[in-house]
Structure formats: structure tokens, C-alpha cells
């Protein structure tokens, strides 16, 4: 997130860092005004302070993008658990080796339209009933799954 004025900046050991900043309210037609966000420490925006504390601190899970072209952190992984996991503002679920996708399992759904998957194919990461995660590259990707899903 771009800051007209950025006023503190401050790094936690769990791994993340919260970054308080002055937004220009032009744009939105206000005055300008105070804000502070969270990111991962190679700058990808988690979202506010609790939801980093809550997937950083008490889960463990280290924030990532699903992809490069994504805006915001929606998987990451957790060494203790061994598992990656996919979330929104509405869930989170974690994927780890020997999981399987069931029928009406969130990861075996997109979250776009058929209209849309359509003309974009190459957004649809939806995985088949029976699909079963063998390595953590299989559960990282049933972890995109459910974060688009959701998203």
C-alpha cells in the first residue's frame, strides 16, 4: 500500500510487519487520514494487524501470494503443522499430504463464473473429486484452490 506520508513502520519476530501510514483522502473525496496495514517482510499486503497476528503468532503460518499478479496474501504455509494453507475474509483451511478432494469440498469449486471461466480457462484452478495431495506442492495448490474459492 502506497502512503501519501508513511509514519512508522514496525517488524515482528513472528514474521510480519505493520506500517502506519498518512493516506492522501483526495482521492476518496475526505481529508487525508491515518491507516496502518500489515505485510509480509518482502512487502505483499496480508491485511490489518489482527489478521496478521492470527495467521503469523497463533497459527504460524508464513503469508504468501497465490500469485504474483495478486494483490493480497490468501495461502501460506506452516512448518509445524506441514501443511498450506488457503483462506479469505470469510475461512481458512489447511491441506497436507495424503488429504483428498470430496464432492462439494470447497477446493472442487471456483469462485468465478462458468461464463467467465470461459473466456479465461487459465484462471481455473479448481481440482477434480479424487485429486489426492502426495507432495506439499499437492496441498499447496488444493490450498489456491480453496483461497479462490472463497475469496
Not at 505483499?44 to 497463533?58: E, M, R, V
Request: proline residues 4%; aromatic residues 12%; hydrophobic residues 35%.
Amino acid at each position: 500500500m502506497m502512503y501519501k506520508t508513511e509514519i512508522s513502520r514496525r517488524t515482528f519476530k513472528a514474521g510480519y510487519v505493520l506500517v502506519k501510514g498518512v493516506v492522501d483522502g483526495v482521492d476518496f473525496g475526505c481529508p487525508d487520514y491515518e491507516m496502518t496495514h500489515a505485510e509480509t517482510p518482502s512487502g505483499d499486503y496480508i491485511g490489518d494487524s489482527k489478521t496478521a497476528h492470527f495467521l503469523c503468532k497463533k497459527r504460524g503460518i508464513q503469508p504468501e501470494k497465490a500469485s504474483p499478479k495478486h494483490g493480497v496474501c490468501s495461502i501460506g504455509f506452516c512448518d509445524a503443522e506441514q501443511k498450506w494453507f488457503g483462506w479469505s475474509h470469510r475461512a481458512i483451511y489447511g491441506f497436507g499430504i495424503g488429504d483428498v478432494v470430496k464432492d462439494g469440498d470447497c477446493c472442487a469449486e471456483s469462485g468465478w463464473t462458468e461464463d467467465y471461466l470461459a473466456d479465461h480457462p487459465e484462471e481455473d484452478r479448481r481440482l477434480p473429486v479424487g485429486f489426492t495431495a502426495k507432495t506439499l506442492d499437492d496441498a499447496k495448490r488444493m490450498a489456491v484452490a480453496f483461497a479462490e474459492s472463497v475469496g
